[in-house]
């Protein structure tokens, strides 16, 4: 392995890292040699996940997390720094929609349930990791799993496309202000993905929309390894401030 890409040592947290696009970049991550802390709101996922993960041989440590919570954040943060020591980057996955309303039917209490666990989650654990980056020294990543939706048009989603575009603006700021402790901040924007949260629509919709992808076909979480394992590793230490488009080519066609 390239060295700039071998992340033996490196310390990861990824959010709703037991399921979909979380955990295939935790796999990413662990295949490259970093330790990785996966969080989650489900018991039995989480160790499932931690089990899957095993495997490649680094420390994996599952923990009970609602990212909406500060009080559970901050624990998450207080016993991953207890099992591993450290966090070099962290991910931004957690996250969910439900695109089932109209807008004009969408309550605000809809409204601020989405955007809680997209935006003010991926707020509260960048926010520990940054005060443990800053305290630590030595520098970190930070990157933001958002979405297609926050630069196109998602009908039924205003609410999650709000969140996913508010955390685009998040990483872009903390670029700026965190670039003086040597921590970098970037967002991936993955495309139409098919994730055990996106299997209903999957099954409604697949052909269609494979017809607009280039790639012609669905994305995976695998898809998201190398993006991942780049943006921890340092073959990105320059590299802040970005979006990382993830989508089989769908946007451009």
Known sequence: MNASFDLSGHVAVVT??????????????ADAGADVAIWGRRTERNSEARE??????????????????????????????????????????????DLHAPFVEMTLDDFRRI????????????QGAARHMIEH?????????SSLAAVEGMP?????????????????????ELARHRIRANA???GWIQTPATESGFAKIGDRIVKRIPER?????????????????????????????????YRVF
Do not use: M
């Open 188 to 190: 991936i924007l993955p």
């Open 52 to 97: 899957e993960l095993s495997r490649h041989g680094t420390r994996i440590v599952d923990v009970v997390c609602d990212v909406t919570d500060p009080d559970s954040v901050g624990d998450a943060f207080a016993s991953t720094l207890g099992e591993l020591g450290r966090v070099d980057s962290c991910f931004a996955s957690a996250g969910g929609g």
């Open 16 to 29: 709703g890292g037991n399921s979909g696009i979380g955990l295939g970049i935790a796999h990413g991550l």
């Open 217 to 249: 076909r669905w994305g995976q979480p695998s898809d998201f390894v190398g993006a991942a394992v780049y943006l921890a590793s340092p073959a990105s230490e320059y590299h802040t401030g970005d979006e990382l488009v993830i989508d089989g080519g």
């Open 137 to 145: 020294g030595g520098g970190g990543s930070l990157v933001g799993i």
């Open 115 to 126: 955007v809680a666990v997209n935006l003010e989650g991926a707020f509260l654990t960048f």
């Open 156 to 176: 039924r989603g205003q609410h999650y496309a709000a969140a996913k575009a508010g955390l685009i603006a998040i990483t872009r700021s903390l670029a700026v």
